[in-house]
């Protein structure tokens, strides 16, 4: 069974770093389409970052330059490293791939974790 | 950049018809997905590739593309498939877009 579990958010200060954590099991993240997908607060979806199989990582131009998508495969975690965040960062972050479609979309979600910018 | 346009919020009646619009220019060459979402938890795929209906998603979900807008359908709408609706797409350049996103109430 596809398990994805996102952890590492909490309150950072504007300007801060961040890095959160995306624990897959039930397949091998690096075979496959991983993505970042956040929330704000009482707001929709927003793509943020995607990594292929083969490597290749894209970014939303609203992170590009601040964030890394990267993973681990000896852990079998994605992570997403934050940096010079700022308040409109704040949001839950998805950590999400496609093992029902094989088409390369989000389809199975994790649960998310809470990211707060904020002094 | 791309984007992808829904209306605010539509209201049906329970057993009553749903239609909910998505509408963008990289639609007439990508596929487009759905996600459903209640409140507090993550979003659930719904359709992908326009019209393909996901196992364990009920019949009463279906897909439709014209152009450069997709169309989510909820035949017979329940209770329980009030939640907001998100569509999505990835253009050329490998960055994924998710329309604005549609509140449906069923009462």
């Known amino acids: 069974e596809v398990h994805l579990v996102e952890s590492g958010g909490g309150l950072i200060q504007p300007g801060g770093s961040l890095r959160i954590s995306c624990a897959a099991s039930?397949?091998?993240?690096?075979?496959?389409?991983m993505t970042w997908v956040r929330q704000a607060p009482g707001k929709g979806l927003e793509w943020v970052s995607v990594i292929y199989s083969g490597g290749s990582t894209y970014y939303a131009d609203s992170v590009k330059g601040r964030f890394t998508i990267s993973r681990d495969n000896s852990r079998n975690t994605l992570y997403l490293q934050m940096n010079s965040l700022r308040a409109e960062d704040t949001a839950v972050y998805y950590c999400?791939?496609?093992?029902?479609?094989?088409?390369?979309?989000?389809?199975?979600w994790g649960q998310g974790t809470l990211v707060t910018v904020s002094s | 950049s791309y984007e992808l346009t829904q209306p605010s919020s539509v209201s049906v009646s329970p057993g009553q018809t749903a239609r909910i619009t998505c509408s963008g220019d990289?639609?007439?060459?990508?596929?487009a997905r759905w996600f459903q979402q209640k409140a507090g938890q993550a979003p659930v795929l719904v359709i992908y590739k326009d019209t393909e209906r996901p196992s364990g998603i009920p019949e009463r979900f279906s897909g439709s593309t014209s152009g450069t807008t997709v169309t989510l359908t909820i035949s017979g709408a329940q209770v329980e498939d009030e939640a907001d609706y998100y569509c999505?797409?990835?253009?050329?350049?490998?960055?994924?877009?998710f329309g604005t996103g549609t509140k449906v109430t069923v009462l």
């Open positions: 039930g397949f091998t993240v690096s075979r496959t389409y």
């Open positions: 999400a791939t496609d093992l029902l479609t094989g088409y390369g979309g989000p389809a199975n």
């Open positions: 990289i639609l007439a060459k990508k596929f």
């Open positions: 999505y797409s990835a253009a050329d350049n490998n960055l994924g877009v």
